[in-house]
């Protein structure tokens, strides 16, 4: 069959001090960095961490998938 893909998906966390979109790109940054190819990403699941009433950090779990070359 020509010209069909194969594509893997990951799931990873990104954190931020700053903003939910942020953590999001830096889990895209790392991603880019292990695998070629990154195609499309999604946002599973956000949360922040609280410590004395106080949000120190957003996190992004994003589902992202990539072409897979063949093995």
Do not use: C, H
Not at 59 to 66: A, E, G, I, V
Request: hydrophobic share 40%; aromatic share 8%.
């Amino acid at each position: 069959m020509n010209g069909s893909s194969v594509y893997r998906v990951v799931e990873l966390i990104g954190s931020s001090s700053d903003s939910w979109e942020e953590a999001a790109r830096n889990a895209v940054r790392e991603a880019g960095r292990a695998y070629q190819d990154v195609r499309v990403g999604e946002v599973v699941e956000m949360d922040v961490l609280i410590e004395d009433g106080d949000i120190i950090a957003f996190r992004t779990k994003l589902r992202l998938s990539y072409k897979s070359s063949p093995d």
